[in-house]
């Protein structure tokens, strides 16, 4: 039994009431004096010169301030993907170009008194293109073909990461023990019910405030002052409330436009995307063709691994390249494998850019190796339970590719758990004697993944802490932290609750401001609460110790203490004890401000000690319709090591999440293009996601050993959450079929082709 009192309690979210009643203000709710709205015009062609562009119509009608190309606004290229100075990256983004590189590229902009105006003055410009160029959309033949859409060519990064002896292991194995797959997984998107918005407004002595839904202030504040020439303090950043990101808002895009439009006009300026400028003119999940050949004994140990992986940057570069590194370090942190290569190339297409989505390339390169280790286990008449736990690593293994040591793993726990409680056996035996017949067939599936926890000796991984006692013992909590509908607020009041023995509900959380916040790196790499909980852990104990400092001061002032006289004086049950009296902090705490004129209250910094692993093990049966080629999943498994659940219930509500997007991954998700570059999905009628009727019950089992250096031994859940999820459906289809099909989404389409 846990003698935690607010730790690994399900405390629900702060704020959920205002969010269900309606009342929490989004972005798009707001309003200002003055307030100008913002509306861009964006490429209807995939690619293509802008020739001429005529805003004179546009100009002249009532009640638009003023149009926007790239003929009136900087020039100075950028990459939204930049978040701290000096990072080296390929910039090549301008605020409105004059050369189109997608259909959604910003070509464009009106600023007018109403919403409605913007919009009818966008339809009015018009735009002359040179020549409407070929489309780059096959990965392969972006690969080969010679055709650029940016100076530097295709593709525009390569990266090799490898250990061991790969070509001399393949050398001496027979082929009979060598297991290809090849593998394309889709461009999606995130598909957060908010979509895209910031507000941006001039205030005195030429400062600018901007608030966004975001999950990087200090980047957005960065790439702003970079672009319009502005010191840092003349740039305030906002964390507004969330409707949701998934990644899609990690990115700066949308922000310096709105800040330069209300610098430029000195009035406050709105944008505000609909779902098709959301889905095209945003960031989404890097598509990539992957192959992999892996060598396995006969006894099912892995031997080695090769891997080449082709990433889809989409029309500009964001982090096209670096999600390719990002893959490669989890290749060697789930199973033991002792001869391993991943080589990858970044190309540009004429699609909207590829950007952070949850997992951060985990998804991909998961369903890509996964996948084919159920070919191996198929030819080598393993069960697909037993290969991954002769393979999977044991804590505190280390990782051969040389990153951090993976920690106190418990992914075998994991699976073994999740093999009891899905009934593996049990359903396998069922399927056996049922045969693959009938127009309704049903499989099982397995999936292991690994995923992080933060940046530690990669990038900028540390986390600044505000906290202080208010003169009545409730506790105000000054972080950088950015709630992405995540509860994290409702977390860091149950750690710092924790150490100080205070209620949350008594604890004020304050998101990110660059005004008035300590410095944090962001919401990115599943870190907010291995990280910056950990942050706020320690800054409590020394506010706790600084409480307990104050009082023994204050003590010997007591009426009746002796000088002499030594008194206990410690912290029991939120009260603090003075040798056997006790007494509320709002009684101590007043007194120390009025006779120790001392103000509780600590700045502490933290950075990370450690990065270790993740893990989640998933298990499916998905049911097949053979006649329409409708896949249904049936009965769904998660276990997940988390270290310690500081909040079940925001563990669950992360796994369900997680759970409904990587099953769209598999089954449906896709943004599409026709052949010559046209998008074909870009609404929620042809954009198709799994909806609540059709999910699931998702059974969530946790495996709670607590992570050293992790808050009261937490880890990461929200992205792990989603990454094993299209490689279990895809094996359980698989199996349900007698097939090993590769090409995600697996839409009713491709299975029928598959099977006739």
Not at 262 to 269: F, Q, S, T
Request: charged fraction near 25%; glycine fraction near 8%.
């Amino acid at each position: 039994m846990s003698d935690l009192k607010y730790v690994g309690k399900s405390i629900p979210f702060k704020y959920a009431d205002q969010k269900i009643a309606g009342d929490l203000k989004y972005v798009s709710d707001l309003s200002m004096p003055g307030m100008l709205h913002l509306k861009l015009l964006t490429a209807g062609i995939p690619r293509g010169k802008v020739k001429e562009i005529d805003t004179t119509r546009a100009e002249a009608l009532d009640g638009v301030k003023k149009v926007y190309t790239f003929k009136n606004t900087p020039r100075r290229p950028f990459n939204g993907y930049y978040w701290y100075r000096d990072q080296e990256m390929i910039k090549d983004e301008v605020l409105l170009t004059d050369y189109v590189r997608h259909v959604g590229d910003r070509v464009a902009a009106v600023a007018a008194e109403s919403s409605e105006t913007a919009e009818r003055a966008c339809e009015l410009i018009e735009v002359e293109y040179e020549k409407q160029e070929k489309p780059i959309l096959d990965l392969e033949e972006a690969l080969v073909g010679g055709d650029a859409l940016h100076e530097k060519g295709n593709p525009f990064a390569e990266r090799e990461f490898a250990y061991g002896d790969v070509d001399g292991l393949f050398a001496k194995t027979p082929s009979e023990l060598i297991f290809s797959d090849k593998m394309e997984t889709p461009k999606v998107h995130h598909a957060a019910m908010e979509n895209h918005a910031c507000l941006a407004y001039p205030e005195p002595q030429g400062k600018l405030t901007v608030i966004s839904p975001c999950q990087l202030i200090f980047s957005v504040r960065l790439i702003i002052s970079t672009l319009l020439d502005l010191p840092l303090n003349r740039v305030r950043v906002i964390k507004g409330n969330m409707g949701g990101s998934f990644g899609a808002k990690q990115e700066t895009f949308l922000e310096p436009l709105a800040a330069f439009v209300a610098r430029d006009l000195n009035r406050p300026v709105k944008i505000f995307f609909n779902r098709r400028e959301s889905i095209l003119a945003t960031r989404t999940r890097s598509k990539i063709l992957g192959k992999v050949k892996t060598a396995v004994s006969p006894e099912g140990k892995i031997l080695g691994r090769d891997i080449d992986v082709i990433v889809d940057a989409g029309g500009y570069t964001s982090n096209g390249d670096i999600v390719s590194a990002a893959m490669a370090k989890k290749i060697s942190r789930l199973y033991r494998i002792e001869h391993q290569r991943y080589h990858s190339y970044s190309v540009h297409t004429t699609t909207p850019p590829g950007g952070p989505c949850r997992g951060y390339g985990s998804p991909q390169i998961h369903a890509l190796t996964e996948v084919n280790l159920d070919r191996a286990a198929a030819a080598l008449g393993i069960d697909r339970v037993e290969l991954r736990l002769k393979n999977l690593l044991h804590p505190h293994e280390k990782d051969l590719l040389g990153g951090p040591d993976i920690g106190n793993a418990r992914i075998i726990e994991a699976l073994e758990k999740g093999r009891e409680e899905f009934n593996w056996t049990r359903k396998k035996k069922a399927n056996q004697k049922s045969g693959r017949s009938g127009r309704y067939r049903r499989g099982i599936g397995v999936a292991c993944a690994t995923h992080v926890n933060g940046y530690y000796n990669v990038y900028p991984d540390f986390s600044g802490i505000n906290i202080r006692f208010y003169e009545d013992g409730s506790i105000l909590l000054n972080t950088s932290i950015h709630d992405l509908g995540t509860g994290a607020r409702t977390i860091m009041a149950q750690i710092a609750g924790e150490v100080l023995e205070v209620d949350p509900e008594q604890i004020t959380v304050l998101e990110g401001d660059t005004d008035r916040s300590p410095y944090d790196v962001g919401c990115h790499a599943s870190r907010g609460t291995y990280v910056i909980g950990k942050a706020v852990q320690q800054a409590a104990v020394k506010l706790r110790e600084l409480l307990l400092e104050e009082t023994k001061k204050l003590a010997k002032n007591l009426p009746g203490v002796k000088p002499e006289e030594k008194l206990e004086v410690v912290i029991e049950e939120g009260r603090i004890r003075i040798g056997s009296d006790h007494y509320s902090y709002q009684e101590i705490i007043s007194r120390i401000q009025l006779e120790n004129q001392q103000e509780l209250n600590v700045n502490y910094s933290y950075h990370s000690q450690a990065n270790p692993a993740s893990y989640g093990a998933h298990f499916v049966q998905a049911e097949v319709d053979t006649f329409t080629g409708l896949v249904e999943v049936k009965d769904y498994v998660a276990v997940h090591d988390v270290g310690q659940a500081i909040n079940p219930l925001a563990v669950k509500t992360q796994i369900d999440g997680g759970v409904q997007m990587g099953i769209g991954m598999a089954l449906m998700e896709e943004i599409d293009f026709d052949q010559k570059g046209y998008p074909l999905n870009t609404n929620f009628h042809d954009y198709h996601l799994i909806n609540a009727p059709a999910m699931p019950e998702i059974r969530v089992f946790l495996i709670e050993d607590k992570e050293p250096h992790g808050p009261y031994g937490a880890k990461s859940i929200g992205e792990i959450s989603t990454v094993p999820v299209a490689a279990a459906v895809v094996n359980a289809v698989n199996d349900a079929l007698g097939k090993f099909l590769t090409t995600l989404p697996l839409t009713p389409p491709r299975i029928i082709d598959a099977l006739y």
